[in-house]
């Protein structure tokens, strides 16, 4: 629906605003047949949320819970139609909770969702009397040289979430701060004291959005691997050429330390086709030969990765 919006407008609206009106519409319709039930990595007001209202609008209703874990169980145990998790960082890379939750369930990856992150230090205090800062530990990283230059000496504390970061600062105030986003600071009554403090501009979070099946192919796709290869010489190598010899451009590659035997590991490949696509099935066929262990997380519609509201 969204491509088709883009390739037909001619104005006066641009394209980020038709997308905008047209997922609320879809969303408003799906809550009339029954309201949809999304699970994200909470509590409300974290980039995972933002990301989720990104993904399904406001009309659906919305559960927090507490971990990463938490949301694929909410799937899994049907207590959410979906669930929202992230999986990478432009800056600080992989979110390795998300890649080992992977190797222990079912459930598959049906879209994702790209979501430009800005960091922002708020607190109920003046600046000069900030000695200690709530933050989620990636976010630490992505802030670090503004850290070392602007913030010396505080206590960097990592917390489960960049809301729940903003929730403490609000409750304990004395000396304390927290880096979030904008809606966490409303929602927290914070003062917003230095704006986009990550170190790089364009920061940007990957997320997933996790279902017990993924579509159809819709012409422009991408697909996820989760795989593990025989422990000898040349056993990636052999198996990556799968996807070279049918043309297949692999778009990341992870690995993971595997939890069944010591200094074995998990890979983690996406790459761009459906897994029903005929060219596909023959790159996964030969990929299997080599692999000791072969699961196709999901394929699904490939987002754009130039933001959108």
């Given amino acids: 629906v969204f491509d088709h919006i883009r390739a037909i407008n001619k104005g006066p609206l641009d394209d980020t605003a038709l997308v905008a009106i047209y997922r609320e519409i879809m969303s408003a319709a799906l809550a009339l047949e029954r309201k949809p039930r999304i699970a994200f990595f909470g509590p409300a007001a974290t980039f995972t949320h933002q990301a989720a209202r990104k993904r399904f609008g406001s009309s659906v209703e919305f559960v927090a819970v507490e971990t990463i874990k938490d949301v694929f169980e909410a799937v899994l145990r049907a207590q959410a139609d979906y669930g929202v998790v992230p999986i990478e960082n432009s800056t600080e890379g992989a979110v390795t909770y998300t890649l080992d939750e992977f190797a222990d369930t079912p459930l598959k990856i049906c879209a994702e969702v790209y979501l430009e992150v800005s ?29 070392q230059r602007e913030m010396p000496g505080c206590d960097l504390v990592p917390v489960t979430s960049t809301a729940r970061a ?78 070279k010899a049918y043309g297949l451009n692999m778009t990341k590659i992870e690995s993971r330390p595997s939890k069944a035997k010591a200094w074995e590991y998990l890979f983690f490949v996406d790459f761009v086709g459906h897994a029903e696509d005929p060219r596909v099935r ?13 699961t196709v997380l999901g394929s699904y519609p490939k987002a754009p990765e130039h933001i959108e509201a």
């Fill in 119 to 147: 960091h922002n230090l708020m607190s109920a205090v003046p600046r000069s009397r900030i000695r200690v800062i709530y933050s989620h530990p990636q976010v630490f990283g992505q802030c670090r040289r503004w850290l």
């Fill in 166 to 243: 903003a929730e403490m600062a609000a409750r304990e105030k004395r000396n304390t701060a927290a880096i979030a986003s904008r809606l966490a600071a409303e929602t927290h009554g914070l003062r917003m004291l230095a704006s986009d403090i990550q170190d790089l501009s364009g920061n940007t979070t990957r997320f997933l959005v996790l279902a017990r099946r993924f579509g159809r192919p819709t012409g422009d796709d991408k697909t996820s691997l989760l795989f593990s290869v025989r422990h000898e010489a040349g056993a990636l190598y052999r198996a990556l050429s799968a996807l």
């Fill in 282 to 294: 023959l790159a996964l066929n030969k990929l299997e030969k080599h692999c000791s262990l072969l």
